[in-house]
């Protein structure tokens, strides 16, 4: 299986902060990964698509970028809402699909 | 809308078994595969396996293989998860979810189900 590994496990961030999640593959995937947001009690919601597209409507605030090995999701402007936890998931092999373990982003 | 609609919460005694359901509505059931994903109390997803309504073309996660049992009824638009010994540690969140394109390599899944919650304890 191909490992994915997010880092940081965990973020401290204020309101109105950029925030940057990465997520490195165990090997190449080219750009079939996408990013997930799920808050406490709900289903995880597909925010980024392909490394970089955008699922429609998600707040424009989120991008995606990379290729290959490592990938990153960007919160541009931190807002009340986009505290959850969020995860990447390599889709090029199948169906050995792997997430990574996540990321919290929490209030500071 | 597409929308995924599971079954409600379990609650189960180790060796029981159990089958849990996800009814899909809004769109061509036969047409996107649906996959099942596992989150245990407090961790992150793992995924178990997925199935193709239209030709019940199952595939499983390495970890999950010969652990579950992954079926569909195309006829009432209901993919299913299913235990013949359920563990204590089978306890967790299950979330079925439905590829969001039909193209091939896009592995990528919206929507979502709720989850069933399976608690497994004697």
């Known amino acids: 299986d191909i490992q994915m590994t997010q880092s940081p496990s965990s973020v401290s961030a204020s309101v109105g902060d950029r925030v940057t999640i990465t997520c490195r593959a165990s090997?190449?995937?080219?750009?079939?990964l996408a990013w997930y947001q799920q808050k406490p009690g709900k289903a995880p919601k597909l925010l980024i698509y392909a490394a970089s597209s955008l699922q429609s409507g998600v707040p424009s605030r989120f991008s995606g970028s990379g290729s290959g090995t490592d990938f990153t999701l960007t919160i541009s402007s931190l807002q009340p809402e986009d505290f959850a936890t969020y995860y990447c998931?390599?889709?090029?092999?199948?169906?050995?699909?792997?997430f990574g373990g996540g990321t919290k982003v929490e209030i500071k | 809308e597409v929308q995924l609609v599971q079954s409600g919460a379990e609650v189960k005694k180790p060796g029981e078994s159990l089958k849990i359901s996800c009814k899909g509505s809004?769109?061509?059931?036969?047409?996107?595969?649906i996959g099942w994903v596992r989150q245990m109390p407090g961790k992150g997803l793992e995924w178990m396996g997925i199935i193709y309504p239209g030709d019940s073309d199952t595939r499983y996660s390495p970890s999950f293989q010969g652990q579950v049992t992954i079926s569909a009824d195309k006829s009432i638009s209901t993919a299913y998860l299913q235990w013949s010994s359920l563990k204590a540690s089978d306890t967790a969140m299950y979330y079925c979810?439905?590829?969001?394109?039909?193209?091939?390599?896009?592995?990528?899944?919206?929507?979502w189900g709720q989850g069933t919650l399976v608690t497994v304890s004697s």
């Open positions: 809004g769109y061509s059931f036969t047409s996107y595969w």
């Open positions: 998931q390599q889709a090029n092999s199948f169906p050995g699909l792997t």
């Open positions: 979810a439905r590829k969001r394109s039909i193209a091939a390599r896009e592995n990528w899944f919206d929507p």
């Open positions: 090997q190449g995937i080219s750009s079939w």
